[in-house]
């Protein structure tokens, strides 16, 4: 995946595709099968991916991206939602 980053930040949809793009690649290689469409209100825990497929996305991510916003953050947080994961990747760019 490439950076498309303009200016050094990503905009929500801008993340959104690469969220949406980089989870149906994992849940790819994992064999899960995703739920589709990814909307905001899906829980994470319906999309198709267990733990360890949410581990390798992360991962995934911060490799595509450059950065880990669970690092980044002053506060824990665990996303219950799609959308709420996207948003926490657009409020904790570096």
């Given at each position: 995946m490439t950076n498309v980053a303009v200016q050094g930040r990503y905009s929500e949809s801008q993340l959104r595709v690469l969220i949406a793009a980089a989870l149906l690649e994992v849940a790819l290689s994992c064999g899960?099968?995703?739920v589709e469409p990814l909307s905001d209100d899906l829980a994470l825990l319906e999309s198709g991916?267990?733990?360890l497929g949410f581990a390798i996305l992360v991962a995934r991510l911060e490799e595509d991206l450059g950065w880990d916003p669970f690092?980044?953050?002053?506060?824990?947080?665990y996303p219950v939602r799609f959308g709420e994961f996207v948003a926490f990747y657009e409020a904790n760019q570096p």
């Open positions: 899960a099968e995703v991916l267990d733990s690092s980044l953050s002053d506060q824990p947080f």
